[in-house]
């Protein structure tokens, strides 16, 4: 299946931001290990949140998909499965990284495993961790990567934890804490990637009543013995995908008004809405809503986006429109993502006509007349979304695998059609 993109002129253009996906895995973890139930309220429901929730299924927890919400009742922080466990991660990153720590509070082993591309996305760092903090950890194929199997228990005491390629191994760490024997103490010895996403998982724990001490992002404790109280638990808009939204009329001008966002939010893509102001955007916000108009040529900007790294490559297709050039820098560990998000856009880019140039933890683009192509996301949600956002500007645009989008925003399609832009 193709999804053909066209041209189109200055937009005003309505849309509702959908869940966030952050928040809808971490509040299912927190859920499924609380004591007592949980009703989570406004959930994402797509590829990646459907994968763990199965995850916490196959472990023994009791999780109903309701009109809305998401019922679960909380094993108390120990996992009922009756035996040895496998559990199909799919593509879902996220999913994998959480429920490696988690899979110490089950009773029997638990394999983790998952897509050819999982295969190749390093657990190293998170499995030296958790074998310091009392785990058993074997790699069934290459040593440092997936599939892993997980027994043991998690002790706790002090641990050093290296999160520069991916913030989820401390997050996994973090989440599963308050249930190991003794406190858990993380020490960082490098600044994590994508570091803003700590806070959600800081932010999640604390609401389902962790106690949780930090300094920065280089050290975290957690205190053990009090565990995630059942409640119910409302999830917020989702930055990363609205930054989609609010570029579309980054590039083709006009308007566009977002709701369902909580303004305060921790969630680090918050920095896209800095990132377009800073390119000569106007973004106002309210209550819920947040709305991005552009009426002049967009100027080039050097941005650090290290702790927003799924809205980069959103920012790489508005910087293709700019009448100058644009750097972005914090890009180094978008390689161990679904695709090598940086390649897969630099390449695409280029086809367009765009120069770009690579740097080890950089992108440069620089803008050309452009013209549409056909684009292979390499079954990368966030490669399909942004260059589809970059057709309306330019047109010609054919996305192949459009099906690729259910894993974090299943109806983006929908979204754009509704406001005839497609």
Same mark, same amino acid.
């Given at each position: 299946?193709?999804?053909?993109?066209?041209?189109?002129?200055?937009?005003?253009?309505?849309?509702?931001?959908?869940?966030?996906?952050?928040?809808?895995?971490?509040?299912?973890?927190?859920?499924?290990?609380?004591?007592?139930?949980?009703?989570?309220?406004?959930?994402?429901?797509?590829?990646?949140?459907?994968?763990?929730?199965?995850?916490?299924?196959?472990?023994?927890?009791?999780?109903?998909? !309701?009109?809305?919400?998401?019922? +679960?009742?909380?094993?108390?922080?120990?996992?009922?499965?009756?035996?040895?466990?496998?559990?199909?991660?799919?593509?879902?990153?996220?999913?994998?990284?959480? !429920?490696?720590?988690?899979?110490?509070?089950?009773?029997?082993?638990? +394999?983790?495993?998952?897509?050819?591309?999982? !295969?190749?996305?390093?657990?190293?760092?998170?499995?030296?961790?958790?074998?310091?903090?009392?785990?058993?950890?074997?790699?069934?194929?290459?040593?440092?990567?997936?599939?892993?199997?997980?027994?043991?228990?998690?002790?706790?005491?002090?641990?050093?934890?290296?999160?520069?390629?991916?913030?989820?191994?401390?997050?996994?760490?973090?989440?599963?804490?308050?249930?190991?024997?003794?406190?858990?103490?993380?020490?960082?010895?490098?600044?994590?990637?994508?570091?803003?996403?700590?806070?959600?998982?800081?932010?999640?724990?604390?609401?389902?009543?962790?106690?949780?001490?930090?300094?920065?992002?280089?050290?975290?404790?957690?205190?053990?013995?009090?565990?995630?109280?059942?409640?119910?638990?409302?999830?917020?808009?989702?930055?990363?995908?609205?930054?989609?939204?609010?570029?579309?009329?980054?590039?083709?001008?006009?308007?566009?008004?977002?709701?369902?966002?909580?303004?305060?939010?921790?969630?680090?893509?918050?920095?896209?809405?800095?990132?377009?102001?800073?390119?000569?955007?106007?973004?106002?916000?309210?209550?819920?809503?947040?709305?991005?108009?552009?009426?002049?040529?967009?100027?080039?900007?050097?941005?650090?986006?290290?702790?927003?790294?799924?809205?980069?490559?959103?920012?790489?297709?508005?910087?293709?429109?700019?009448?100058?050039?644009?750097?972005?820098?914090?890009?180094?560990?978008?390689?161990?993502?679904?695709?090598?998000?940086?390649?897969?856009?630099?390449?695409?880019?280029?086809?367009?006509?765009?120069? +770009?140039?690579?740097?080890?933890?950089?992108?440069?683009?620089?803008?050309?007349?452009?013209?549409?192509?056909?684009?292979?996301?390499?079954?990368?949600?966030?490669?399909?979304?942004?260059?589809?956002?970059?057709?309306?500007?330019?047109?010609?645009?054919?996305?192949?695998?459009?099906?690729?989008?259910?894993?974090?925003?299943?109806?983006?399609?929908?979204?754009?059609?509704?406001?005839?832009?497609?």
């Amino acid at each position: 299946m193709i999804v053909r993109v066209s041209q189109t002129g200055p937009v005003d253009a309505m849309f509702e931001a959908p869940p966030s996906k952050s928040y809808t895995h971490r509040a299912l973890i927190a859920g499924a290990l609380a004591a007592g139930k949980t009703r989570i309220e406004g959930p994402l429901r797509a590829v990646d949140t459907e994968l763990t929730a199965r995850g916490l299924d196959t472990l023994g927890v009791s999780l109903e998909w !309701l009109p809305g919400k998401i019922a +679960v009742t909380g094993c108390g922080g120990a996992f009922p499965a009756a035996r040895e466990v496998t559990i199909d991660c799919g593509n879902s990153g996220t999913t994998l990284r959480l !429920l490696a720590s988690a899979a110490l509070l089950s009773q029997h082993p638990v +394999v983790l495993t998952g897509s050819p591309r999982m !295969l190749e996305r390093p657990v190293g760092p998170l499995a030296g961790a958790l074998r310091t903090l009392g785990g058993e950890v074997t790699f069934t194929g290459e040593p440092g990567y997936p599939p892993i199997r997980i027994s043991g228990r998690l002790r706790g005491g002090k641990a050093e934890i290296d999160g520069s390629v991916s913030s989820q191994f401390i997050s996994s760490i973090l989440m599963a804490a308050p249930y190991a024997d003794n406190d858990v103490e993380l020490a960082l010895p490098a600044t994590p990637a994508s570091r803003s996403y700590l806070d959600v998982t800081a932010d999640v724990m604390l609401r389902f009543g962790a106690r949780l001490d930090r300094r920065g992002y280089d050290w975290f404790r957690v205190e053990s013995g009090v565990p995630y109280q059942g409640r119910a638990y409302r999830i917020e808009g989702d930055y990363s995908s609205a930054s989609y939204l609010f570029a579309v009329a980054a590039v083709c001008g006009g308007r566009a008004t977002v709701t369902g966002l909580n303004p305060a939010s921790v969630q680090g893509d918050r920095r896209f809405l800095d990132a377009l102001e800073a390119m000569g955007c106007r973004v106002t916000a309210g209550r819920d809503v947040v709305t991005v108009e552009r009426a002049d040529d967009l100027a080039g900007i050097e941005i650090d986006m290290s702790s927003s790294p799924d809205t980069v490559q959103t920012l790489a297709a508005v910087a293709a429109v700019a009448a100058s050039p644009t750097t972005i820098t914090g890009t180094a560990h978008l390689q161990y993502k679904e695709s090598d998000r940086v390649g897969v856009t630099a390449d695409t880019l280029r086809r367009m006509g765009a120069g +770009v140039e690579v740097g080890e933890n950089s992108l440069t683009i620089t803008p050309a007349p452009l013209h549409g192509v056909a684009v292979d996301p390499h079954d990368d949600h966030r490669t399909a979304m942004a260059f589809a956002v970059l057709g309306l500007a330019v047109g010609g645009m054919a996305i192949r695998d459009p099906e690729c989008v259910e894993k974090s925003f299943p109806g983006f399609w929908e979204a754009l059609y509704k406001e005839g832009l497609l």
